[in-house]
């Protein structure tokens, strides 16, 4: 499987931006996915994940109400909305596919990663 983030981009505090990844190669329908991310100097940490099917998600705390995971498995695709970003939210963002079917949180799950696409924040 070969993933492919992109949408990523330098915003103002406050404004929007939807992630989007692409699978190719093979496809991801059957897989829970995710997002992550990594900001400079941090380790990579949980955004949120989807089950197979797009029936469970599951959200870091530092995100719930705002980001919004989706999926579209007739395009192979995943999606991130992210609406009133902040500068804390400034990092390089990471999709996955997991091994497994449903959302999960954990790094070790995830087999497949994309190359990520950086969101910036400016106060």
């Known amino acids: 499987v070969q993933l492919q983030a992109s949408g990523g981009g330098l915003v103002q505090a406050g404004a929007s931006l939807r992630l989007s990844c692409a699978a190719s190669?093979?496809?991801?329908?059957?897989?829970?996915m995710g997002w992550f991310r990594q900001a400079p100097g941090k380790e990579r940490e949980f955004v949120a994940s989807i089950s197979w099917r797009g029936d469970n998600t599951d959200y870091a705390d530092f995100v719930k109400g705002r980001f919004t995971i989706s999926r579209d498995n007739a395009k192979n695709t995943l999606y991130l909305q992210m609406n009133s970003l902040n500068p804390e939210d400034t990092a390089v963002y990471y999709c996955?596919?997991?091994?497994?079917?449903?959302?999960?949180?954990?790094?070790?799950?995830?087999?497949?990663w994309g190359q990520g696409t950086q969101v910036t924040v400016s106060s």
């Open positions: 996955a596919a997991s091994l497994t079917s449903y959302a999960a949180r954990t790094r070790n799950t995830y087999r497949y």
């Open positions: 190669r093979r496809t991801v329908s059957n897989n829970g």
